[in-house]
DNA sequence: CTGCGTGCAAAGTATTTGCAAACCG
DNA sequence: CGGTTTGCAAATACTTTGCACGCAG
């Protein structure tokens, strides 16, 4: 279940801690984008002792790793999501505003063409809000 | 040159201070998004005192007017840049990554269908990193 | 064993709030 | 003049850093 993410943490040397495995597994029993915070309050039933900094570095650390994806919400708080994508291809995300819940899209072409009005495109950011159908059948 | 932003206030009943004023000409006289604190040192020079609070309540009231469109960058800083489009049209926005020129661009029918993956669409928030044209002579 | 990982405390940084004084209309 | 708007100071909230101890490999 959680092994493709924690090879990817392997591959990279570092170490599989107890904190880490859970971290992944949380991410795993819930397809939401969690904040810091969440994470920490959900785990510390777990672990006696749990530092929210470690939570703060792990989440980081994975990112760099292509296992979350971060983002900022317009509440000021980071976010994190996993990234489903089997292989690394570029994809986008969707996010619940009601209850979180996060999925994943590939919208082929968009920027194909490398300019817009004489930029050179680098990259882009693109978050689609909306209400999963969960949360429309509860309404 | 800046009577349709101040008309925006008008409209509502906010009052036109110099203040104000200074920030709208401000964002004229720059095709950039900018920060409260970028926009404060900017116009300290010309008010002996100014607040940088005061900064931070116009630029969220200027956005909620319409005027100012608000993004939150990866670097957990607050940006603002001018809505040009001169009806209210949907529109994204494209950041020079040297310079920080904003230029906008309307994607036509990019979320024309309403549901992707089951989530039904609400809005969504697309910004693209490039390098601008001028930049682009420059390196 | 060795160095990465972690808890705890403290610092950092961007943004927000309270309130009295100033000012627009 | 009355209610907005503002400066200043202080508070808030989230995130990061430093450091000594603990643990995975």
């Known amino acids: 279940m959680n ?3 924690l090879n990817k943490l392997q591959e990279k040397n570092f ?11 949380f991410f795993l029993s819930r397809e939401r984008y969690l904040n810091p915070e969440i994470i920490w309050k959900g785990l510390k039933k777990k672990f ?3 530092g929210l900094p470690s939570i703060y570095r792990n989440l980081e650390l994975f990112s760099k790793c292509g296992i979350l994806t971060k983002i900022q919400m317009p509440n000021r708080k980071l976010y994190y ?3 489903k994508a089997k292989d690394n291809k570029h994809h986008h995300h969707i996010v619940c505003i009601k209850c979180g819940k996060v999925g994943e899209f590939f919208e082929e072409n968009l920027f194909e063409k490398k300019t817009i009005n004489g930029f050179k495109v680098l990259n882009h950011f693109l978050q689609v ?9 509860k309404s």
Chains 1, 2 share one sequence.
Request: charge should be positive; hydrophobic fraction near 35%.
């Open 3 to 5: 092994e493709i993410y």
């Open 15 to 25: 170490k599989l801690t107890p904190r880490r495995i859970a971290i992944i597994d």
């Open 48 to 50: 006696k002792h749990l």
């Open 81 to 83: 999501g996993l990234c």
């Open 129 to 137: 809000e909306g209400i999963c159908s969960t949360c429309r059948i």
